[in-house]
């Protein structure tokens, strides 16, 4: 299994960006997804993940800004990421999970200055 992130990038403080994971070769109809981001010096957390059916999770600091999609037929899943500010800051990386097997993508950098 192969994952790609994309979408990654340096914008101002209430900017908006749009994260975008492509899964290669791997099950994805029953599946769970998620983005993780890791700010320097911090450890990895959670940011959002999505199941196949649709069951959202937000961590607390994102709820009512961003929004996590995938499309199952496409094998992709999106991180829309509005009203951003500099503490949204880090390397954020996907993460695929089918029962026990799990994987991380590369990571993208998205960087907000303020």
């Known amino acids: 299994v192969q994952l790609q992130a994309s979408g990654g990038g340096l914008v101002q403080a209430g900017d908006s960006l749009n994260l975008v994971c492509t899964v290669s070769?791997?099950?994805?109809?029953?599946?769970?997804m998620g983005w993780y981001r890791q700010a320097p010096g911090k450890q990895r957390e959670l940011v959002a993940s999505?199941?196949?059916?649709?069951?959202?999770n937000y961590a607390d600091s994102v709820k009512g800004r961003f929004t996590i999609s995938r499309d199952n037929a496409k094998k992709t899943m999106a991180l829309q990421m509005n009203s951003l500010t500099p503490e949204d800051s880090g390397v954020y990386y996907c993460?695929?999970?089918?029962?026990?097997?799990?994987?991380w993508g590369q990571g993208t950098q998205v960087t907000v200055s303020s």
């Open positions: 993460k695929y999970w089918y029962r026990q097997f799990e994987t």
């Open positions: 070769n791997g099950h994805f109809a029953f599946n769970i």
């Open positions: 999505m199941t196949s059916r649709g069951e959202r």
